[in-house]
């Protein structure tokens, strides 16, 4: 049956009052009986599709909405040498649908594909295939210009993407998630990248995703040591990437950024837009970057497609890092969370129960639960405006002192004082001095399942800091955490509880030994100050 057109004379517009059709078409599923037609229509919104002929209520038009879909494209299959004149186009949606075994919602893959065999002359069955794609990705707000299916950037070269594996992280299944859900999402929307396998304990070799079938895998490089991608970005030639992609835990994304942050040009390079993908046992950003996106709960591989989605869609974000400062001198930078006391002792303690993916907190919480502990030290700290007040940033605030960068790369932090110094008279110090824990964090989940900071944002210019005293029973401690599953913690009305929005803080334990984390990774433990830098880094983010 013909392809027709908007201007035909038979065009359907009845069927889409708001949204006017762009493109129409009768044209039979790739996997489906050839001569079973169903009418595609293409609108500015959407795509929908009904089986004809339209003689029965169900026959239903199923309508997929653009909003959903990541990539497009077309193409005449390779072994085609039968002299079958057809085309082939499909699309790619990721919905949200109704969960098949548990109640709520997730989105889940779909492909169409149809085939378009109205001439008997392949190429031009070919162009309006190809017209079909192009005008699918016009409409979904996808990249358009398409060389030999190989997206293009601004600069009129094919956009390069380093994804950047720790196949270690959790349960030890980031590579074949990899291999999975993300190399065909990727291929999907057409993101040409290059695989590099961090570890301790692997082998050098590589592989490159260029133009390529949708079942071709891409290079890979495989790394042999620890914080060898903390170096790999260091020295990278920045020039030679669009984005850099982390499927890991949190760890990784920590090296990366403080890679980035440790060049001669820090400011250009961490403008470079980076994603996250879960593949470890926290993957409290690529949470974080769900709940902001507005979309359900979801955990594990619901939570990898959706992250993967608005890796798809390209959409970058500003992104608050903080920059924390050791008692050695030392600076590092921070996306997540410092932790002190109860937090950080669960971080690392749990490292034994990685085998067990996300559940290594919940078991580390019950034991770390069982023997409480108590933790001396002075915490100190620079308050921010409450919510709503006009002044939301630190100007004003800052202490001249140009010495403080020394030889360092990197923002300066004019919020700190000298670490041999009192802190100035607008900060508070807190007057208690034993506390069960203390939590510095600026995104809002801890872990998948821990919604700590539930105002957080990614570009807040806040530090969210919460503690809480001694004295605090093991049941309250408990309840505590369940409420913060929902992130109803800060409503419970605890007197133990504490919770401040800050742009910087000093924690100074007493003991001469103990942990402090910095985004789960432990670190010098002493004297540390940390200072918020609002909307420093890149994100890939819905």
């Known amino acids: 049956m013909d392809q027709k057109t908007a201007d035909h004379p038979s065009f359907p517009t009845h069927r889409h009052s708001i949204s006017q059709v762009v493109l129409y078409g009768e044209f039979s599923y790739a996997t489906d009986n050839p001569k079973v037609k169903y009418a595609v229509s293409l609108t500015g919104d959407d795509l929908a599709v009904q089986k004809l002929p339209v003689v029965t209520s169900r026959n239903k038009q199923q309508t997929f909405s653009l909003k959903d879909c990541v990539g497009a494209r077309s193409y005449r299959?390779?072994?085609?040498?039968?002299?079958?004149?057809?085309?082939?186009?499909?699309?790619?949606?990721?919905?949200?649908?109704?969960?098949?075994?548990?109640?709520?919602?997730?989105?889940?893959?779909?492909?169409?594909?149809?085939?378009?065999?109205?001439?008997?002359?392949?190429?031009?069955?070919?162009?309006?295939?190809?017209?079909?794609?192009?005008?699918?990705l016009e409409r979904a707000g996808l990249p358009q210009r398409v060389t030999d299916g190989v997206f293009l950037n601004e600069a009129g070269q094919p956009c390069r993407v380093m994804v950047l594996v720790n196949p270690h992280s959790g349960k030890g299944r980031a590579l074949a998630l990899y291999n999975g859900p993300i190399q065909r999402m990727l291929s999907e929307a057409l993101v040409p990248h290059t695989l590099i396998v961090t570890g301790e304990h692997t082998h050098a070799h590589t592989r490159t995703q260029g133009r390529r079938k949708l079942n071709d895998g891409p290079p890979l490089v495989c790394a042999e040591r620890r914080n060898h991608a903390r170096e790999l970005v260091r020295e990278a030639?920045?020039?030679?990437?669009?984005?850099?992609?982390?499927?890991?835990?949190?760890?990784?994304?920590?090296?990366?950024?403080?890679?980035?942050?440790?060049?001669?040009?820090?400011?250009?390079?961490?403008?470079?837009?980076?994603?996250?993908?879960?593949?470890?046992s926290g993957n409290a950003l690529a949470a974080s970057i769900h709940h902001y996106s507005g979309a359900p709960p979801v955990s594990s591989e619901e939570l990898l497609?959706?992250?993967?989605?608005?890796?798809?869609?390209?959409?970058?974000?500003r992104m608050d890092l903080v920059s924390v400062r050791l008692g050695s001198g030392q600076r590092i930078f921070s996306f997540l969370s410092l932790a002190w006391g109860f937090v950080a002792d669960v971080d690392v303690?749990?490292?034994?129960?990685?085998?067990?993916?996300?559940?290594?907190?919940?078991?580390?919480?019950?034991?770390?639960?069982?023997?409480?502990?108590?933790?001396?030290?002075?915490?100190?700290?620079?308050?921010?405006?409450?919510?709503?007040?006009?002044?939301?940033?630190?100007?004003?605030?800052?202490?001249?002192?140009?010495?403080?960068?020394?030889?360092?790369?990197?923002?300066?932090?004019?919020?700190?004082?000298?670490a041999d110094e009192p802190v100035p008279t607008d900060w508070v110090v807190v007057p208690e001095e034993e506390f069960v824990l203390t939590l510095a964090i600026y995104q809002s989940r801890l872990a998948e399942d821990l919604l700590a900071a539930p105002a957080a944002t990614l570009d807040q210019g806040l530090i969210h800091l919460m503690y809480v005293k001694a004295g605090i029973s093991r049941a309250s401690l408990l309840q505590m955490f369940l409420a913060m599953e929902k992130g109803t913690h800060l409503t419970i009305c605890s007197p133990h509880l504490v919770y401040r929005r800050v742009w910087a803080l000093r924690l100074e334990p007493y003991a001469p030994q103990g942990l402090i984390t910095v985004d789960g990774e432990a670190v010098e433990y002493g004297p540390v100050q940390a200072q918020v830098h609002r909307g420093l880094a890149r994100m890939i983010a819905g």
């Open 237 to 280: 030639d920045l020039s030679q990437w669009d984005a850099l992609v982390i499927i890991s835990g949190d760890g990784l994304l920590y090296e990366v950024i403080n890679g980035l942050l440790e060049r001669d040009d820090w400011e250009q390079a961490i403008h470079t837009p980076l994603g996250i993908l879960p593949g470890g």
């Open 305 to 317: 497609l959706s992250c993967g989605f608005m890796l798809c869609k390209g959409l970058v974000s």
């Open 77 to 136: 299959e390779d072994d085609n040498d039968n002299g079958d004149p057809g085309a082939y186009f499909s699309a790619y949606f990721y919905p949200f649908k109704r969960r098949r075994m548990c109640s709520g919602v997730s989105r889940q893959r779909m492909e169409l594909c149809f085939r378009l065999a109205s001439v008997r002359d392949p190429r031009a069955n070919l162009e309006e295939a190809e017209k079909w794609a192009r005008v699918i």
């Open 349 to 418: 303690e749990s490292e034994k129960y990685r085998h067990v993916g996300a559940a290594r907190f919940t078991v580390g919480t019950l034991v770390r639960l069982a023997s409480l502990r108590v933790y001396r030290g002075r915490l100190s700290y620079l308050p921010a405006p409450a919510e709503g007040d006009d002044d939301d940033n630190a100007k004003g605030k800052e202490i001249p002192d140009d010495s403080r960068q020394d030889s360092l790369t990197g923002p300066v932090d004019s919020l700190l004082p000298p």
